[in-house]
């Protein structure tokens, strides 16, 4: 089972930038493909992006694509989210999730495991 912990989020102004981050422990991270999803006030979780074992290859919701850069460090177990140009629709609370292959965790078929989550706030 790998542990997740979120961290980064905040309140930013339109237009603004946040980096958040993921710790993983537990099993093995490096063997799993790593992802981002949010889920704003009334609406169902959705995908954000997601990056390979080997940090390439990575995929980007469109909404998001060209603002948000998803990476990860091995060696520190860690999974970054730079997010920049952030607009109101941005806000949300960011989960971090793990999973076998690079389809178990975009279609969530197979989520290893869910952070409990950073709020980004995005004022307009």
Request: hydrophobic share 35%; proline share 4%.
């Amino acid at each position: 089972q790998v542990q997740l912990v979120e961290s980064g989020g905040g309140l930013v102004q339109a237009g603004g930038s946040l980096r958040l981050s993921c710790v993983a422990s537990g099993r093995t991270f490096s063997n799993d493909v790593m992802g981002w999803f949010r889920q704003a006030p009334g609406k169902e979780r959705e995908f954000v992006a997601a990056v390979s074992w080997s940090g390439y290859p990575t995929v980007y919701a469109d909404s998001v694509k060209g603002r948000f850069t998803i990476s990860r460090d091995n060696a520190k177990n860690t999974v970054y989210l730079p997010m920049n140009s952030l607009t109101p629709e941005d806000t949300a609370v960011y989960y971090c999730a793990a999973a076998p292959t690079m389809r178990d965790l975009i279609t969530t078929t197979h989520i290893r495991s869910w952070g409990q989550g950073t709020q980004v706030t995005v004022s307009s």
